[in-house]
């Protein structure tokens, strides 16, 4: 304890931990003031990738400053230099645990591909927890927050995503197969192909090279509801209400063009034999100057000669039923049987 001063009244002797230089200003000691720790400083080797505690402790870090804000213990004894680490921080992390010819898989490798996080998942809602394909035989490691997954892997099943080993795009939808829906299934598939991380040709190829895989049938099903040229998971939700209500499949994001050849728009679903189109619309529509664009260009689609039905996110999840028969109707009395 340092002596801090005597109290008026009584005279005595205030004490406090907090040093001070002989002119009353605060030393350069280590010390804690109002709650608040001086800033550790991490060795420059430390910071690339994932340490571990003794390593953090032979570079000269103390014991307690691995408890600082600055740093996230991602595993036991496994810290990285970040408050809020992202998932591609916490897999090169653990990465240091991975035993020889694993890789990261299933919701691990969809999210880090970029890939749409499937609607009312659980899995993915609680805190994510990283996924391994771990080849048999190999030791798996048993950390809180790693889930391990023995699977022989083929070396063209794989892929390197920014140094990172993970299972391909087309390996890793038909391993989503065995937890998501149908549905969601196929949002993943557009994705897929909308972000050229495959097609479908190595789609059917990844499916036939897996039979007997649980989820490998729903696979198979999704993979003939999966298009090409989808711009948002919402497009194929909207999409998939139609055809699983039994209607025909629509085209997909198709430029309408006047008699002259001009461009009027491109639209999000159309039946051409109709000339209805449908048109999700999301909360980005809500402001003010897309509201004013979106009906200017109802308004002109209407004019020559298309119908225009709009769609939102009630339509889709509440009350889908309701979205087929408006469909229908409009097809029906434009001609087009269904």
Same mark, same amino acid.
């Given at each position: 304890?340092?002596?801090?001063?005597r109290h008026e009244?009584?005279?005595?002797?205030?004490y406090?931990?907090?040093?001070?230089?002989?002119?009353?200003?605060?030393?350069?000691?280590?010390?804690?003031?109002?709650?608040?720790?001086?800033?550790?400083s991490?060795?420059?080797?430390?910071?690339?990738?994932?340490?571990?505690r003794?390593?953090?402790l032979?570079?000269?870090?103390?014991?307690?400053?691995? =408890?600082?804000r600055? $740093?996230? #213990?991602v595993?036991?004894? %496994?810290?990285?230099?970040?408050?809020e680490?992202?998932?591609p +921080? @916490?897999?090169?992390?653990?990465g240091?645990?991975l035993?020889?010819?694993?890789?990261f898989?299933y919701?691990?490798a969809?999210?880090?591909?970029?890939?749409p996080?499937?609607?009312?998942?659980?899995r993915?809602?609680?805190a994510?927890?990283v996924?391994?394909?771990?080849?048999?035989?190999?030791?798996?490691?048993?950390?809180a927050?790693?889930v391990?997954?023995?699977?022989?892997?083929?070396?063209?099943?794989?892929?390197v995503?920014?140094?990172?080993?993970?299972?391909?795009?087309?390996?890793t939808?038909v391993d989503?197969?065995?937890?998501l829906?149908?549905?969601e299934?196929v949002?993943?598939g557009d994705?897929?192909?909308?972000a050229?991380?495959?097609?479908?040709?190595a789609?059917t190829?990844?499916?036939?090279?897996c039979?007997?895989? =649980?989820?490998?049938? $729903?696979? #198979?099903?999704?993979l003939? %509801?999966?298009?090409?040229?989808?711009?948002?998971p919402?497009? +194929? @939700?909207?999409?998939l209400v139609?055809?699983l209500?039994g209607l025909?499949c629509?085209?997909?994001?198709?430029?309408?063009?006047?008699e002259?050849?001009?461009?009027l728009a491109?639209?999000?679903?159309f039946?051409?034999?109709a000339?209805v189109?449908?048109?999700?619309?999301?909360?980005?529509?809500?402001?003010?100057?897309?509201?004013r664009?979106d009906l200017?260009?109802?308004n002109?689609?209407?004019r020559h000669?298309?119908?225009?039905?709009h769609?939102?996110?009630?339509?889709v999840?509440?009350?889908?039923?309701r979205?087929?028969?408006?469909?229908?109707?409009?097809?029906q009395?434009?001609g087009?049987?269904c």
């Amino acid at each position: 304890m340092i002596v801090a001063g005597r109290h008026e009244g009584t005279g005595k002797a205030v004490y406090s931990n907090i040093p001070v230089d002989r002119f009353g200003g605060l030393s350069s000691a280590r010390g804690t003031l109002h709650g608040m720790s001086r800033p550790v400083s991490i060795p420059e080797q430390l910071l690339a990738s994932g340490f571990f505690r003794d390593e953090a402790l032979a570079a000269g870090m103390a014991p307690g400053s691995l =408890r600082a804000r600055r $740093l996230t #213990r991602v595993s036991y004894g %496994l810290y990285v230099a970040a408050a809020e680490p992202d998932l591609p +921080t @916490r897999c090169r992390a653990l990465g240091r645990l991975l035993p020889p010819g694993a890789v990261f898989g299933y919701d691990t490798a969809r999210a880090l591909l970029g890939l749409p996080t499937p609607r009312n998942d659980q899995r993915t809602v609680a805190a994510p927890r990283v996924h391994l394909c771990v080849p048999p035989g190999q030791p798996v490691p048993h950390r809180a927050g790693l889930v391990a997954h023995a699977h022989t892997m083929p070396a063209d099943h794989t892929r390197v995503w920014r140094g990172l080993p993970i299972t391909s795009a087309a390996r890793t939808w038909v391993d989503l197969a065995q937890h998501l829906n149908l549905v969601e299934l196929v949002v993943v598939g557009d994705a897929v192909l909308a972000a050229s991380l495959s097609d479908l040709t190595a789609l059917t190829s990844m499916v036939e090279q897996c039979p007997g895989r =649980r989820g490998i049938l $729903l696979a #198979r099903r999704a993979l003939s %509801l999966v298009r090409t040229g989808v711009r948002s998971p919402m497009e +194929t @939700r909207t999409r998939l209400v139609l055809v699983l209500g039994g209607l025909p499949c629509p085209e997909i994001n198709v430029d309408l063009r006047d008699e002259f050849g001009q461009f009027l728009a491109c639209v999000d679903l159309f039946y051409r034999p109709a000339r209805v189109v449908l048109e999700y619309e999301g909360d980005h529509h809500r402001d003010r100057e897309t509201f004013r664009y979106d009906l200017a260009r109802r308004n002109l689609l209407t004019r020559h000669g298309y119908r225009v039905l709009h769609v939102v996110d009630r339509d889709v999840f509440v009350q889908p039923h309701r979205l087929v028969d408006e469909t229908r109707l409009a097809l029906q009395a434009r001609g087009m049987s269904c």
